[in-house]
């Protein structure tokens, strides 16, 4: 309809009109109607909506891949430090190998004398020497720490300890730390064998799925194979034997016995 200058002025087209309405994105063009013109503003509307929320999931998207490579960075940052504490803490140093070894070796030798004076009081107690409140009054304050080796050693004598009582704890101290250190040593080698043959049990059975699987291939291959060539083989048998099908000449078969 061209009604649409009424009450706008001057005659004049009724769309020029409208345009005046419309975003300059969309102007009315010559031929165009105000349906026309309508459904093109609504449709760039919609499209500008999808654009935005198409730009806003791309937005999220990027931003929880941000994210993702943060935290990535970071477990793999925090992995790297866990190595190189993990690689310093094998790589001690010859001093400080030494001084641990050398503390284990004290502690070691204390408790073993420990263990020889408590042989000591137990054989001058079998023999009357001394009783189990002394014994325990030695024992404690050598245990403790508040009396050295030697005046342990001198406390017994003045006890009454002799010297030969002394040497039999002595030697039954030794040889039950030998006894000791000869089962931890049997304890070693047991757990070494069964993970030896643990090892060799995995080796065999990896070994036999191994020989399984290639004898399982071969197997597969020679049927594929059989398979891809059966055909061709009756083929070349029925021709090979096609000329029995062929009746002989008459001066052939009067020749035939």
């Known amino acids: 309809r061209t009604g649409m200058s009424r009450g706008g002025g001057g005659g004049g087209d009724g769309r020029s009109k409208l345009s005046s309405f419309l975003p300059h994105e969309a102007p ?20 500008g909506v999808e654009e935005i929320i198409l730009r806003q999931r791309a937005e999220a998207k990027e931003e929880e891949e941000r994210k993702r490579r943060r935290e990535e960075e970071v477990r793999r940052q925090l992995a790297a430090e866990m190595q190189a504490v993990a690689k310093v803490e094998r790589e001690e140093t010859r001093s400080e190998r ?6 284990e070796k004290e502690k070691y030798e204390n408790e073993l004398r420990v263990a020889r004076y408590q042989y000591v009081i137990e054989g001058a107690m079998a023999d009357g020497t001394i009783g189990p ?8 304050a050598r245990i403790e720490g508040r009396i050295t080796p030697e005046e342990h050693e001198q406390a017994l004598r003045q006890l009454g300890v002799t010297e030969e009582q002394l040497q039999r704890a002595v030697d039954r101290g030794r040889e039950r730390a030998e006894e000791e250190e000869r089962k931890a040593r049997e304890e070693e080698e047991r757990k070494e064998k069964e993970e030896e043959e643990r090892r060799r049990r995995l080796e065999e059975e990896e070994e036999r799925k191994r020989r399984e699987a290639e004898e399982e291939e071969r197997r597969k ?4 194979r ?19 099908e062929v009746p002989l000449p008459k001066e052939v078969r009067a020749k035939r016995p």
């Open 28 to 47: 009315l063009q010559r031929g165009e109607s105000r349906k026309e013109v309508l459904q093109t503003v609504a449709k760039m509307k919609k499209e």
């Open 98 to 103: 030494e001084k641990r070894e050398r503390k």
């Open 133 to 140: 409140s002394q014994m325990a009054v030695v024992t404690r």
């Open 221 to 224: 291959d020679l049927l594929k």
């Open 226 to 244: 059989k398979q891809d060539g059966g055909g061709g083989e009756e083929e070349s048998d029925s021709s090979a034997d096609s000329w029995r």
